[in-house]
Structure formats: C-alpha cells, structure tokens
C-alpha cells in the first residue's frame, strides 16, 4: 500500500507562497489515513491544514513527557484519563498530536474517533528545539479551539508557561512557574492537586 512521502524539502527547493498552499481538511486528512494515503507512523501533523513535520523527541524530552503524565495522573478525578501523543480534533483544518492531554472519560470511549476540544481539559507541550512552534502556531491553535489550559515544559529555561482561558481566540501572557513552585489542575470548576513543578522535569542522577 503506498504511503505519503515526508521527505524534507532542500533549500535549493522554492517553497510556494502560502496563498498557493491548499489547505486540508481534517475530514480529508483521517480519510487519508483510513485509506493508507499516509501511514500511522509519518512523523507528520496537520497543523492550519497543512502537513507539518513533527519534532524529533531526544531522551529528555520522552522523560520529560512521561513524568509530566505521571504527576498529571496523580492529580486528575476520577471520570478523566491523561493521553500521550494522541491526536486531537479541531475542526475544521488542525490535529495537532500534544505530549499529553487531559481527557473526559475512558480511554475506551476513544476506540473510533479522536477527542474534540470539549472534552479536553488540558494539553501539555514538552519544548525544547520545539520551543518557537510550541509558543506559536500550537499555541494559537490550542487558543483558537478555546482550550481552556495549555501547559508548556519549557526544557530550555527549566520553566513552566502556564497558559489559561482565551479571549476571542488568544490566550493572555502566561504565568510562568519555576521549579520550587507547584500549582493546581482546574477541571469542571475544581482545583485538583497541587503538582510540583519539579515533578515534570527531568534532573539527572546525584
């Protein structure tokens, strides 16, 4: 069965103006998957409905990733379950595929369709070479989609950007955390925690 090819473009190559970019769907793009047009595996996301390649993940960022879903998953009730690089609905021209994000109900609730922003609590970014794209286009989409929370690890500056309920599609500057601090999780109008900080990011062995 063929499959897209993600090859990068070289530099010799001219990139099209984005007026001459067509745009694709999000109906398009899972039927494309479906059909086996582009594998499971690409390392690509739909982002503004263009395919867009994913970040590579060094061994920092993958634990960073699990420890956040480890502390997440301590805080969370009851009736919620944290996902790890699950795609995310947004209609009509984005599925962006967070590190983790926090999800109303089962996991098995999940088996034929991929989680709106409705049902999404939280999504959470570990950045580091990712950091400009976390910050912006990922950020404005999650805005746009009026996800409530919107959590960057930010590996860089060993910082936590904490962005919270848009306005009109924006979110306002964040709150940005160090790692003594800890905050809360608000879900359905409750806090729930609180996490620490220094739970989410990766410290190596004394």
Not at 58 to 85: F, T
Not at 93 to 108: I, N, S
Request: proline share 11%.
């Amino acid at each position: 069965m063929s499959t897209l090819a993600t090859t990068q473009p070289t530099a010799l190559l001219p990139l099209p103006s984005p007026a001459d970019v067509y745009r694709i769907s999000v109906d398009l793009y899972e039927r494309m998957i479906d059909s086996g047009s582009i594998g499971e595996d690409e390392p690509i996301e739909l982002l503004n409905g263009v395919l867009v390649r994913k970040m590579p993940k060094n061994p920092e960022h993958m634990v960073a990733a699990e420890l956040g879903r480890r502390a997440i998953d301590k805080a969370i009730p009851s009736g919620w379950h944290v996902r790890g690089e699950g795609p995310v609905r947004i209609p009509d021209y984005d599925e962006p595929e967070p590190d983790l994000a926090v999800v109303r109900g089962d996991v098995d609730e999940y088996s034929a369709r991929h989680p709106v922003p409705g049902e999404i609590a939280l999504l959470v970014e570990v950045a580091d070479s990712s950091l400009a794209r976390d910050r912006g286009e990922e950020r404005d989409i999650y805005a746009r989609a009026g996800i409530a929370f919107y959590w960057i690890v930010n590996l860089v500056d060993c910082q936590l950007e904490v962005y919270a309920n848009p306005v009109s599609g924006v979110y306002p500057a964040p709150t940005v955390l160090d790692e003594p601090e800890s905050l809360e999780l608000f879900i359905d109008g409750q806090t729930f925690g609180p996490i620490p900080v220094a739970a989410m990011f990766p410290h190596q062995p004394a």
